[in-house]
């Protein structure tokens, strides 16, 4: 079975600056995709990012990048010029890749950012 | 394009009744998962159901819960005799039929369920 482990409960940063939040995985697949979701206030699930495990490149969505590590099974979250809207709780989420039952997506306890002005 | 529609988005029930959660899927998916988020709690999910068929209910509790796809018409979480342990808030995701790689998962703004 999967595991995703987000450690940091809570983080915070000041408007416009850079943050990056952390996410570590466990799986014995070669072939998955990873994401980051963000539950606002609202509590609606937003996705915010996905990476492709066959990718070497590192996703990006304009002010949000991810560093895509592999072998280390690890998958950060960065955020850049960061905006008081992104305050939000945000998930990263493990997938199989493949046919069948593998769709379900596996997500971490989740790390709440606050953007402080 | 509608996104994903859950309804309610907020649901009080007593204990020993029973709970209809809805879900419609965005315009042109036919794969429907549910999810559960307990307080604090990252979501975990329940059951992956396409058109008239379950896929992989392996996160379903054995008791009281159960979901349907039909042919027409919305997804269906029903939850049998409610306990007070159910109160959660209920997601609903969909993503592309076959063919084109279901990887991206669209979510709902959920259910909020209250057992009182």
């Known amino acids: 079975a999967q595991t995703v482990t987000q450690s940091q409960p809570e983080m915070s940063v000041q408007e416009a600056e850079t943050v990056t939040l952390s996410c570590t995985y466990d799986?014995?697949?070669?072939?998955?995709?990873l994401f980051w979701y963000k539950q606002p206030p609202s509590r609606q699930m937003i996705l915010v990012i996905r990476?492709?495990?066959?990718?070497?490149q590192n996703a990006t969505e304009n002010r949000f990048s991810v560093n895509f590590q592999k072998a280390a099974k690890s998958f950060s979250l960065k955020i850049s010029d960061s905006q008081l809207g992104d305050t939000a709780m945000y998930f990263c989420?493990?997938?199989?890749?493949?046919?069948?039952?593998?769709?379900?997506?596996?997500f971490g306890k989740g790390t709440l950012l606050t953007v402080n002005p | 394009n509608a996104g994903v529609m859950q309804n309610p988005r907020h649901l009080v029930r007593r204990r020993g009744q029973e709970a209809r959660l809805r879900c419609s899927p965005m315009?042109?998916?036919?794969?429907v998962y549910w999810y559960r988020q307990l307080p604090e709690e990252g979501l975990k999910f329940m059951v992956y159901l396409q058109k008239e068929n379950i896929i992989d209910e392996s996160g379903m509790p054995k008791e009281r819960f159960s979901a349907e796809f039909p042919k027409e018409g919305p997804s269906i979480l029903r939850i049998q005799q409610v306990v007070r342990g159910d109160s959660a808030a209920y997601f609903c995701a969909s993503s592309p039929p076959a063919g084109t790689p279901p990887d991206t998962q669209y979510f709902g703004p959920g259910t909020r369920l209250t057992v009182l």
């Open positions: 990476q492709e495990a066959y990718k070497q």
């Open positions: 315009k042109g998916h036919s794969h």
């Open positions: 989420a493990f997938m199989k890749q493949g046919g069948g039952s593998n769709y379900k997506l596996t």
């Open positions: 799986t014995s697949e070669n072939n998955y995709y």
